[in-house]
């Protein structure tokens, strides 16, 4: 096994992609020596990944949809967070902007994280 190295450039990401890709196909056992690597491995590609792929932040409105659709919500269980029923219509097609204080009480009450609502 090669020594790890930061990752500068994009033939070196490729290589840990691939290596990596091996330890997905069987995954070590916890606390032995390829576990570390594969550890050390992963974070070496996440700093790559942070500095050269920036990603941008979902959409309000989709992160709202995403999340409905994960907990098999309906647009009446939006009432106590965003107001009667014509205005989670109003929010949900685009016509009407999320208020601070509707932002909060998505993220409370349905665990969506505060930045992703703000647009």
Same mark, same amino acid.
């Given at each position: 096994?090669?020594?790890?190295?930061?990752?500068?450039?994009?033939?070196?990401?490729?290589?840990?992609?691939? =290596? %990596?890709?091996? &330890?997905?196909?069987?995954? @070590?056992? $916890?606390?032995?020596?390829?576990?570390? /690597?594969? !550890?050390?491995?992963?974070?070496?590609?996440?700093?790559? =990944? %942070?500095?050269? &792929?920036?990603?941008?932040? @979902?959409? $309000?409105?989709?992160?709202?949809?995403? /999340?409905? !659709?994960?907990?098999?919500?309906?647009?009446?269980?939006?009432?106590?967070?965003?107001?009667?029923?014509?205005?989670?219509?109003?929010?949900?097609?685009?016509?009407?902007?999320?208020?601070?204080?509707?932002?909060?009480?998505?993220?409370?009450?349905?665990?969506?994280?505060?930045?992703?609502?703000?647009?």
């Amino acid at each position: 096994m090669k020594e790890l190295k930061p990752i500068h450039n994009d033939a070196v990401y490729e290589s840990a992609l691939a =290596e %990596a890709s091996l &330890y997905f196909d069987r995954e @070590p056992t $916890p606390g032995t020596k390829k576990a570390d /690597r594969f !550890e050390i491995l992963l974070l070496l590609i996440e700093s790559y =990944e %942070a500095k050269h &792929y920036l990603m941008s932040s @979902p959409d $309000p409105i989709e992160a709202i949809k995403f /999340r409905m !659709e994960q907990a098999n919500l309906k647009p009446k269980d939006l009432k106590p967070m965003i107001g009667e029923l014509n205005r989670v219509y109003e929010v949900l097609s685009r016509k009407r902007s999320l208020t601070l204080p509707m932002i909060r009480r998505l993220h409370t009450g349905l665990g969506i994280p505060a930045h992703s609502l703000i647009f």
